[in-house]
């Protein structure tokens, strides 16, 4: 089995379309979401569509809690928090009861985990070795343990392994996943990537090779951005994606 693994869709349609272009030629059985379908971006309702009519396996991101009322954005930034509000009008009483109802965390077919931030709490984020290491304490404490897990949120995509020597991370687009060890993996953004490329990024998991695969791919970054102004979203918003930031 083929997985992809995408995360922090934020509302990006053309990234979200260029995705599933993308993957026809790569022989995918199953698609998971590790959160934040929407937020930033301009078309909230027609990505929750596209997850939906596409059956995509989806976690709760925080800005999924925020923009249904869940929780409160009183702790986001003031550009997130604007997003937030505008995406809660936007959404249809439909796609936010999708939201809703999302999982904080799913064992993918006895595979692997797929969170959002860390195996305990959808907020908080993975950003260095120090959380790395306590996210796979984590892991192995749950009641089935995993050493594999996928999660999102700091939109950048990279891996950190345990092989028994203390948390290292992994170097290149291929992770080889060997018993014995344990892997952490953000598959970066499709929405609103953080690293300096603006690209859209996910990962694909190959069971019977046991290789996690990094990919990244262009889309009309442009018309995106121009939704955002159109919408009357914060200009920054639409700036940062051209710089993929």
């Given at each position: 089995m083929r997985y992809a693994v995408i995360s922090d869709i934020h509302s990006n349609l053309e990234a979200l379309t260029a995705f599933f272009e993308e993957i026809k030629a790569l022989d995918i059985g199953k698609t998971v979401?590790?959160?934040?379908?929407?937020?930033?971006?301009?078309?909230?309702?027609?990505?929750?569509?596209?997850?939906?009519?596409?059956?995509?396996?989806?976690?709760?991101?925080?800005?999924?809690?925020?923009?249904?009322?869940?929780?409160?954005a009183s702790d986001f930034n003031l550009l997130a928090a604007h997003a937030v509000v505008w995406?809660?009008?936007?959404?249809?009483?439909?796609?936010?009861?999708?939201?809703?109802?999302?999982?904080r965390s799913?064992?993918?077919?006895?595979?692997?985990?797929?969170?959002?931030?860390?195996?305990?709490?959808?907020?908080?984020?993975?950003?260095?070795?120090?959380?790395?290491?306590?996210?796979?304490?984590?892991?192995?404490?749950?009641?089935?343990?995993?050493?594999?897990?996928?999660?999102?949120?700091?939109?950048?995509?990279?891996?950190?392994?345990d092989a028994g020597r203390g948390v290292d991370m992994a170097v290149g687009d291929q992770v080889?996943?060997?018993?014995?060890?344990?892997?952490?993996?953000?598959?970066?953004?499709i929405g609103q990537p953080r690293d300096r490329d603006p690209r859209a990024s996910f990962a694909v998991f190959d069971t019977k090779k046991s290789l996690v695969t990094f990919h990244r791919f262009e889309y009309d970054v442009h018309a995106t951005a121009e939704k955002i102004l159109a919408a009357g979203l914060p200009e920054r918003l639409a700036e940062r994606l051209k710089l993929g930031w």
């Amino acid at each position: 089995m083929r997985y992809a693994v995408i995360s922090d869709i934020h509302s990006n349609l053309e990234a979200l379309t260029a995705f599933f272009e993308e993957i026809k030629a790569l022989d995918i059985g199953k698609t998971v979401c590790l959160g934040d379908v929407v937020g930033y971006n301009a078309n909230p309702n027609e990505c929750v569509e596209l997850i939906r009519k596409n059956r995509i396996l989806c976690v709760m991101g925080n800005h999924d809690s925020r923009a249904t009322g869940i929780e409160s954005a009183s702790d986001f930034n003031l550009l997130a928090a604007h997003a937030v509000v505008w995406t809660s009008e936007a959404l249809t009483p439909e796609n936010a009861e999708f939201l809703k109802n999302l999982p904080r965390s799913l064992h993918v077919d006895k595979k692997f985990l797929a969170i959002h931030g860390w195996v305990n709490n959808t907020d908080s984020y993975i950003m260095g070795a120090r959380d790395a290491e306590r996210n796979f304490e984590l892991m192995r404490s749950l009641e089935k343990p995993v050493n594999l897990c996928f999660f999102g949120h700091t939109h950048v995509p990279l891996a950190y392994v345990d092989a028994g020597r203390g948390v290292d991370m992994a170097v290149g687009d291929q992770v080889k996943v060997v018993k014995g060890a344990s892997y952490l993996i953000n598959p970066g953004s499709i929405g609103q990537p953080r690293d300096r490329d603006p690209r859209a990024s996910f990962a694909v998991f190959d069971t019977k090779k046991s290789l996690v695969t990094f990919h990244r791919f262009e889309y009309d970054v442009h018309a995106t951005a121009e939704k955002i102004l159109a919408a009357g979203l914060p200009e920054r918003l639409a700036e940062r994606l051209k710089l993929g930031w």
